[in-house]
């Protein structure tokens, strides 16, 4: 059975007359006879039945009719839909991303991209945690995405794109709040608080802070709940600088003694699948133009 077969019945049952059938189907008529009985042979029952010279379904067609209209009406769906994905109909990409680079590196290359590459794609944006990203990108629910590196993921490219800075943060009543800079073996007699260990960012920041035998709370998520707390007490943090930052007007930003590299946001997807025109287009785009690394 093949598709063929499928749509030469449908339009057979619905005319129930062979030559103005193959008309319209663009066959001759021994072809559509001979692929409408190597169908019934396969299924193993007649699906039409002669009356006089005229041919009309019979009660096993009329049932088979009715799948087949639907499975048809499912795969056309299915291909109109694939389309839409497809350079056929300016493309869709499908980008996950951690939610720091929502209000800035990203608007910035997805404009470029329809500025200068493409202006017809449409880009499905998803925030989230670095893991879910990868998640995302791993089920093919995400084409590309905007994450922290994460080791033993042999299936996924990692491309470095930008460098968040690694920073102090205190509130402007705190002690330290008088400097620009510091050193982190200065910060010793100070509670620290941090993102989860469970995180990419919390595990860079954990080498930093034990090469220095500092302790630390690794409980938070993000900056805007570190933000809060440190504006709030005498806690001081260790974060990103990031533009959720700049919502709290009680808050210091001191830069630290610590690489301006550390902390890497890599673009990833995934190896060895299909990737539509515009998916591969958005990639190398991102790589020619939106890459801000330290030198």
Not at 21 to 31: D, G, N, V
Not at 228 to 236: K, M, Q, S
Not at 237 to 246: D, E, G, H, V, Y
Request: neutral net charge; charged residues 20%; contains cysteine.
């Amino acid at each position: 059975m093949n598709l063929n077969q499928l749509y030469y019945f449908k339009k057979l049952a619905e005319l129930e007359h062979y030559t103005q059938a193959s008309k319209e189907l663009f066959i001759t008529q021994p072809s559509l006879s001979g692929s409408i009985s190597s169908l019934e042979e396969e299924l193993g029952i007649a699906l039409f039945q002669r009356q006089g010279r005229n041919i009309k379904l019979s009660k096993y067609g009329k049932e088979f009719y009715q799948y087949v209209c639907s499975s048809l009406v499912e795969l056309e769906r299915g291909i109109e839909k694939a389309k839409e994905k497809s350079d056929s109909y300016g493309g869709t990409a499908d980008v996950g991303c951690i939610p720091t680079l929502a209000g800035n590196f990203l608007p910035v290359a997805v404009n470029g991209y329809l500025k200068n590459i493409d202006s017809k794609t449409t880009f499905n944006i998803f925030h989230g945690m670095t893991l879910a990203v990868i998640e995302g990108i791993e089920s093919e629910k995400y084409d590309v995405g905007f994450c922290s590196y994460v080791e033993n993921k042999p299936n996924l490219e990692f491309h470095p794109i930008i460098a968040q800075e690694l920073i102090l943060l205190v509130n402007n009543n705190h002690r330290l709040a008088k400097k620009d800079s510091i050193c982190l073996k200065e910060l010793s007699d100070y509670p620290i608080i941090t993102y989860r260990q469970s995180l990419p960012i919390g595990k860079t920041i954990m080498k930093y802070l034990k090469a220095n035998h500092l302790k630390a709370l690794y409980a938070y998520d993000d900056e805007i709940t570190i933000g809060g707390i440190v504006a709030n007490t005498d806690n001081i943090a260790i974060t990103a600088r990031t533009s959720f930052l700049l919502q709290f007007q009680d808050l210091k930003m001191i830069s630290l003694d610590i690489p301006s590299d550390a902390r890497l946001i890599y673009m990833v997807y995934k190896k060895d699948i299909y990737q539509t025109f515009h998916v591969k287009a958005f990639i190398t785009y991102v790589l020619e133009s939106q890459c801000h690394l330290p030198k």
